[in-house]
């Protein structure tokens, strides 16, 4: 399994879940901006599960070094890569948090998801399990720099599990709305709205068997979304949402 992120407690939740469920690797390749706390996770998964891992260092924010890495290939890739940012008014003008931002959970995502794609194409054989957000299903006041990223991704992932159904390639959108994790750490949030990374692992894990296209975290989160969707922009404009 190759897993971008890896630092996520999601993407660690689903890492577990898939071990625990009877799922087997050869190897897990983690990859993370920060190795030393991937470390903690590797030795984790290695005492528990006897389960060999190997960490590399991703950094969306720099140049990505391929030939690093160009030897590995997998019949799955987890991606949990992802940035949320300054949202306020603070940060809405901010280059630096801007681009952060876009970067992180767009515009450097894509080549690295672009060239484990390929891999898989080749080997005629593969899911893609990619974390999104309900955030980029329609632009919002509170954050709408984030949910442009997020809805430039979905619409990437869609066309991607276009592209690679015939080539025997799934590709599996999963899009969270609250979250309980250090990412959200101190922000308002609803507790009947708010998933804790184990639950997300389960209704991801129950999706990447069942092949479903999109999964939602949680369920609620579909219909939550459909009517924000459906809200005629001339009242939407005026909602503080």
């Known amino acids: 399994m190759i897993v971008l992120g890896s630092n996520s407690e999601i993407a660690q939740a689903f890492v577990e879940k898939a071990l625990e469920s009877g799922e087997t690797y050869p190897k897990i390749y983690l990859f993370s901006s920060n190795p030393e706390t991937t470390a903690k996770f590797a030795r984790h998964i290695d005492v528990k599960y006897l389960q060999p891992s190997e960490i ?15 030897h590995i290939s997998s019949e799955v890739l987890f991606c949990a890569s992802g940035f949320l940012g300054q ?6 003008y901010n280059e630096k948090n801007t681009t952060q931002i876009i970067d992180i ?5 894509i080549p690295v998801l672009n060239f484990f794609a ?3 194409e080749r080997q ?20 709408f720099i984030y949910g442009s990223a997020k809805a430039g991704l979905s619409a990437y992932l ?41 639950q997300a692992a389960e209704l991801i894990f ?8 999109v999964v939602y975290v ?15 922009e001339f009242i939407f404009k005026k909602m503080k949402l």
């Open 56 to 70: 590399f260092p991703l950094d969306l924010l720099e140049t990505v070094n391929y030939s690093a890495f160009d």
């Open 87 to 92: 949202n306020s008014e603070e940060g809405l």
């Open 105 to 109: 959970n767009f515009a450097k995502l």
């Open 118 to 120: 390929e891999k898989m």
């Open 124 to 143: 005629r054989t593969g899911t893609m399990i990619v974390l999104s957000s309900v955030a980029g299903e329609r632009g919002r006041q509170s954050n």
């Open 158 to 198: 869609s066309g991607l599990r276009n592209y690679l159904y015939p080539r025997r390639v799934h590709v599996l959108t999963v899009k969270p709305g609250f979250m309980q994790t250090k990412m959200t750490e101190g922000l308002p949030l609803h507790p009947k709205l708010t998933a804790t990374p184990k």
């Open 206 to 213: 129950k999706a990447f068997k069942n092949r479903n296209n």
């Open 218 to 232: 949680l369920p609620v989160w579909s219909l939550i979304m459909l009517i924000i969707r459906n809200i005629p």
